[in-house]
C-alpha cells in the first residue's frame, strides 16, 4: 500500500534551518511528483511547491522562493524538504503528499503524509 | 484572503444533509475544473474525499458528493454521521502543478 512516512518533529530557533524528510512505499517514487504542503496551528492548508524525483526538477510558491529547497534521492525513495531562515510565522506541520494524474493534466493530491511539526521559537 | 472562500463553519443533525461551498474569487485559481474536496480530524492529515469536482476515490462513502456552477464548487454530506465532524477543505488545481486551497469549514455534527 501507498505510504508516505515523515521524519518527527523538530523544535528550533529563530534563524535557523530544518530538513524534513518524506520516505516513501509503496509505489514507484520516479514515476510520481510529490508535493509540501504546510499548515500553520488553528489555520488552514498552503501550498509551498513540487518536485519531480526522476529528475529533481522542482518548483515552489513564490512566497517561499529563495528559502525552501525540495530534493528528492532515488536510491532510499525519499524526498526532502529544506526552510532556511527561520521564523516564528514557519511554525507549521509540514505535509509531504503525492500527486496523481499529472501527465493527464487533471493532477490530484491522493496520499499524504502523516505530516511533521515544525516549532520555531527562541 | 484566500482565493478559494468556504463558510467558516456549518453545522447539522445526525442523518441530516448538508452543504459546504467554495466560491471562486479570483482569477488567479485557474478554470477551476479541477476541484478537490479533503476532510481532515484533528491531529491527522487531509483525506481525499472528492477529485475532479465529483469523483469519488475507492473506499469513500457514497454519503459525500461533490458539484459544481460556475464559479462555486460544493460538497454535499448526506445521512450526516458523528464521525463527519471534522475540517474540510477544496482545493483548485490552478495549473503548472499549482494548487490553491480554500480557508477550511468546520462541520459540527450536533
Known amino acids: 500500500q501507498v505510504q508516505l512516512v515523515q521524519s518527527g518533529p523538530e523544535v528550533t530557533k529563530p534563524g535557523a534551518s530544518v530538513k524534513v524528510s518524506c520516505q516513501t512505499s509503496?509505489?514507484?517514487?520516479?514515476?510520481?511528483?510529490l508535493i509540501w504542503v504546510r499548515q500553520a496551528p488553528g489555520q488552514g492548508l498552503t501550498y509551498m511547491g513540487w518536485i519531480r524525483p526522476s529528475n529533481g526538477d522542482a518548483n515552489y510558491l513564490q512566497k517561499f522562493q529563495g528559502r525552501v529547497s525540495m530534493t528528492a534521492d532515488t536510491s532510499t525513495n525519499t524526498a526532502y524538504m529544506e526552510v532556511r531562515g527561520l521564523t516564528s510565522d514557519d511554525t507549521a506541520v509540514y505535509y509531504c503528499a503525492r500527486l496523481f494524474g499529472v501527465l493527464a493534466d487533471t493532477p490530484r493530491i491522493d496520499y499524504w503524509g502523516q505530516g511533521t511539526l515544525v516549532t520555531v521559537s527562541s | 484572503q484566500s482565493a478559494l472562500t468556504q463558510p467558516a463553519s456549518v453545522s447539522g443533525s445526525p442523518g441530516q444533509s448538508i452543504t459546504i461551498s467554495c466560491s471562486k474569487t479570483?482569477?488567479?485559481?485557474?478554470?477551476?475544473?479541477?476541484v478537490s474536496w479533503f476532510q481532515q480530524h484533528p491531529g491527522q492529515p487531509p483525506r481525499l474525499i472528492i477529485y475532479e469536482v465529483s469523483k469519488r476515490p475507492s473506499g469513500v462513502s457514497d454519503r459525500f458528493s461533490g458539484s459544481k456552477s460556475g464559479d462555486t464548487a460544493s460538497l454535499t454530506i448526506s445521512g450526516l454521521q458523528t464521525d463527519d465532524e471534522a475540517d474540510y477543505y477544496c482545493c483548485s488545481y490552478a495549473g503548472r502543478l499549482t494548487f490553491l486551497f480554500g480557508g477550511g469549514t468546520k462541520v459540527t455534527v450536533l
Open positions: 509503496g509505489f514507484t517514487f520516479t514515476n510520481y511528483h
Open positions: 479570483s482569477s488567479d485559481v485557474g478554470n477551476f475544473d479541477v
